[in-house]
């Protein structure tokens, strides 16, 4: 945790307190204005994904380019990584040469954390393997917050594959921080004793919930590649159940969303769905982290 807890990095929503969240969250409305905008004009981040992405690599393109950073683009295909470089030695490498920025998506679980000590950059965990999403929690937690404008005493349940989600996994731990009272619902095979070892039905969840928070099946973390056939009937968001939620209730996923699986098909932009707003707010999200880390405020 001494590395994760060092200057100016974005590696865990554990590091974060609940003032430094609602300062981000405050941060983002603010930005939103483009006059309240800063321009880091002549600096370099550079986005290092060795995982898939659209959405978290998409919008942290467009949020370095609103404040005016050059970006650079960089994957595990093309990158001397192929060759067997470290991580370390590329963020180093691409400091050396005038990055002052980092955003990095890969695969080992704390996998950045190695690399803080010697890095004066600030560096940005995109997503590590099943560990932590952290930059996804925060624009969840914004989205969250647009709609209640409060955590305390909301019931947010967390449903899917918890056991690979890193999604889950900084969500539940800054959203039980915030004070939210938060339940899971998963199949068995995917259940997460970190989190809970009490789980309830999804048709408990959807007749309770002030928040259902989808999760995507991580077919790509799986070893064995069951069939998803009946998953929505048993697990997923039906029609049937979408009806049974509260008036106010909102409902949140990540994407990519299976359609079909975890949410039928008909409920992806449903009016309770918030799913593309949280892409939208991802943006401004995204630009409020980097000001905020930028300006040694985290
Ligand atoms: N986009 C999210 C992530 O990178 C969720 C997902 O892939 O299911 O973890």
Redesign the pocket.
């Given at each position: 945790m001494t590395a994760i807890q060092s200057k100016r990095n974005l590696l865990s929503m554990k590091q974060l307190s609940n003032e430094q969240i609602y300062h981000l969250i405050h941060l983002a409305d603010r930005l939103k204005d483009p006059a309240n905008v800063l321009s880091y004009s002549g600096l370099f981040a550079a986005n290092l994904f060795l995982e898939p992405?659209t959405?978290?690599k998409t919008s942290f393109h467009i949020a370095e380019r609103k404040l005016g950073f050059d970006v650079v683009e960089l994957d595990g295909v093309d990158s001397s990584l192929t060759k067997g470089e470290s991580l370390y030695d590329t963020l180093k490498t691409l400091e050396s040469i005038g990055v002052d920025l980092a955003v990095v998506r890969q695969s080992e679980v704390g996998g950045l954390s190695a690399c803080t000590e010697e890095l004066e950059m600030p560096l940005i965990n995109a997503?590590d393997g099943c560990g932590e999403?952290p930059t996804?929690s925060l624009l969840d937690l914004y989205t969250i917050h647009e709609h209640f404008h409060s955590f305390r005493g909301l019931h947010i349940c967390i449903a899917g594959d918890l056991k690979h989600?890193?999604?889950a996994r900084s969500n539940a731990y800054a959203l039980r921080q915030l004070g939210a009272r938060i339940s899971f619902v998963s199949k068995p095979d995917w259940q997460d004793p970190t989190m809970t070892k009490d789980y309830i039905t999804m048709d408990e969840a959807v007749e309770t919930c002030d928040v259902l928070m989808l999760?995507?099946i991580?077919h790509e973390r799986h070893t064995n590649h069951g069939g998803t056939g009946s998953y929505l009937k048993e697990y997923g968001l039906t029609v049937e159940r979408e009806a049974r939620m509260m008036n106010h209730s909102i409902i949140l996923h990540?994407?990519?969303v299976n359609r079909g699986v975890e949410i039928d098909v008909r409920l992806v932009e449903c009016e309770k769905s918030k799913i593309f707003r949280q892409m939208t707010n991802g943006v401004t999200m995204r630009m409020a982290i980097i000001h905020a880390l930028m300006k040694g405020e985290l």
């Open positions: 992405s959405r978290t997503g999403h996804q989600s890193r999604v999760l995507r991580q990540p994407a990519p």
